[in-house]
């Protein structure tokens, strides 16, 4: 089985050493950034041979973590894609945390909810065959509905699994047991050291060279 951990992490155009910066010629000055401005999302995976470079996805993101189910599973469909288009016959593995954007259901498998109407409720009791009374009031055919709920199918699991390829999750607070996680420190100091215009765009290309050298 081929195994690909994978995490994100998000960077800054700001991204500068704490203290002093000090260019290779030992020129050096008091630190000007607060470490914000523009934020970069970067999204890789990591096996045995290194960081995978024809799956990282890096995009501009908001100043919040602004990763988003949606997103996650456009870059996971491309990314497990091009894994089978290259390991055709190898059974394949993504390893992943428990970050809720991983996790989302698909729409058949999502709870009942409390808010909906009957009509709602009715309707998906219809849907997955439940028998039912017309004189049930809603609150006994929403119990109705959790009592018969399908089994939990993730959106994530669902894009992996049209190319064959399975997720696992890690433990919940179990980041440690992701070896990607110790990429995160020392690809932010090779940006900090390399970072003297506080562009995204340049940003971008030194965590693409760091990515590139990567040979955990």
Excluded at 82 to 110: F, M
Excluded at 148 to 158: L, Q
Excluded at 183 to 212: G, H, P, Y
Aim: net charge negative; aromatic share 10%; charged share 25%.
């Amino acid at each position: 089985t081929l195994l690909f951990w994978h995490d994100e992490t998000w960077v800054n155009s700001g991204e500068e050493k704490h203290s002093i910066w000090i260019d290779n010629s030992g020129h050096g000055r008091l630190r000007k950034r607060d470490g914000q401005g523009p934020r970069l999302a970067i999204s890789p995976m990591l096996s045995k041979d290194g960081i995978h470079e024809s799956t990282v996805g890096i995009w501009e993101t908001s100043k919040e973590h602004n990763m988003t189910s949606a997103r996650f599973v456009n870059w996971i469909s491309e990314a497990v894609g091009t894994l089978r288009a290259e390991n055709v016959n190898s059974k394949i593995c993504i390893i992943v945390d428990n970050a809720p954007w991983y996790n989302e259901l698909a729409e058949e498998t999502k709870m009942s909810k409390r808010a909906w109407v009957e009509a709602q409720v009715v309707q998906r009791l219809n849907d997955h065959q439940v028998p039912y009374l017309d004189i049930y009031t809603k609150a006994e055919l929403l119990e109705l509905a959790d009592a018969y709920a399908p089994k939990k199918v993730f959106k994530t699991d669902v894009a992996a699994a049209k190319f064959d390829v399975d997720i696992l999750r890690l433990p919940v607070r179990h980041c440690v047991l992701n070896p990607i996680e110790l990429a995160w420190a020392e690809m932010k100091t090779f940006i900090r050291n390399n970072n003297v215009t506080f562009s995204l765009k340049d940003v971008s290309v030194w965590a693409k060279a760091w990515l590139t050298a990567c040979d955990m």
